[in-house]
């Protein structure tokens, strides 16, 4: 008695002779494989792109930082002399730097009657501000002109990132020429740590922020306070985390299964159902005939 394996075929074959060709049958099927191309090419696409995913949690990051943020501040003021601008910095930990000169930069605009300033600075990661201002001068002016022109302010490493839209440099722009010469201006930021993480793990670090500000001419007992532009900032525990992420591939091969074998099921449905009742149509047109 031998063994005939192929009483396991689950997949009988039909004989040809026994089958009937129908134009429905074709038109279906032409139709048939235009969609599972279709639908191949969307799922193709979508297994090569990356995907970024977003997520919260409440943690610091950057641990190697040492407590430290990098800032990187770029501001023109227009009527401003360079020799009377410059940084001051200030915070809860008992920092209090007047006229900051390290890896800074001044560029005389309007024939030497305004200033660009550009400094790259750190911070700690407590409350405090940062204030460009004539406090560092040698003789302080009476009427000091502060409107000004906000080119880049932005925290940590610098992400250009495609499909991400964030407030990395949301003060970019900002232009406070027409503004009152002898008002202060107040922005109060709060900081949003930023990590991406990209397919090989490597994180970058990098802030957001949200900003608030005010404009305003302050006075004391003792007359009118000299103005500045200042920029309070203050710490989010919430971080912000971005990972570049891809379909794994045995996802890919389930979902182009899935697509061939559920066309190929529903579209035998609708030629069966199309097929009798062609078929239930001509029995009942014979019988009339007759």
């Not at 792109?49 to 949690?57: D, Q």
């Not at 405090?128 to 906000?150: C, L, R």
């Not at 305003?216 to 912000?240: C, E, M, N, Q």
């Not at 182009?256 to 078929?279: K, L, N, R």
């Amino acid at each position: 008695m031998t063994f005939d394996v192929r009483r396991f075929d689950i997949y009988r074959k039909v004989p040809k002779d026994l089958t009937q060709p129908t134009y429905t049958g074709a038109f279906i099927s032409i139709c048939c494989c235009l969609f599972m191309l279709f639908l191949f090419l969307s799922e193709l696409t979508g297994f090569i792109a990356t995907e970024i995913v977003n997520e919260l949690y409440v943690d610091d990051p950057d641990k190697d930082s040492g407590g430290k943020i990098d800032v990187s501040l770029n501001i023109s003021l227009p009527n401003l002399h360079c020799d009377l601008v410059g940084l001051d910095i200030q915070d809860e930990m008992g920092r209090h730097e007047v006229g900051h000169i390290e890896n800074s930069m001044k560029v005389p605009l309007n024939n030497g009657h305004g200033c660009r300033f550009e400094g790259e600075f750190s911070i700690n990661k407590v409350p405090g501000n940062f204030h460009v201002s004539t406090h560092s001068a040698t003789a302080q002016p009476t009427s000091p002109d502060m409107t000004h022109v906000i080119h880049k302010l932005a925290f940590g490493e610098k992400l250009q990132v495609q499909h991400v839209q964030g407030a990395f440099n949301a003060l970019g722009g900002a232009n406070r020429l027409q503004s009152n010469a002898l008002a202060s201006h107040d922005y109060i930021l709060k900081i949003v740590p930023t990590v991406y993480e990209d397919l090989g793990g490597k994180q970058r670090f990098s802030y957001q922020y949200t900003v608030a500000n005010k404009e305003y001419v302050a006075y004391s007992h003792t007359g009118r306070i000299i103005p500045a532009i200042w920029f309070r900032y203050d710490l989010s525990p919430i971080t912000v985390k971005y990972t570049e992420r891809r379909q794994p591939f045995y996802r890919f091969i389930t979902t182009i299964c899935a697509i061939i074998g559920g066309t190929f099921t529903v579209a035998g449905i609708i030629d069966s159902c199309i097929f009798t009742a062609s078929e239930a149509w001509k029995k009942i047109q014979i019988g009339k005939m007759s």
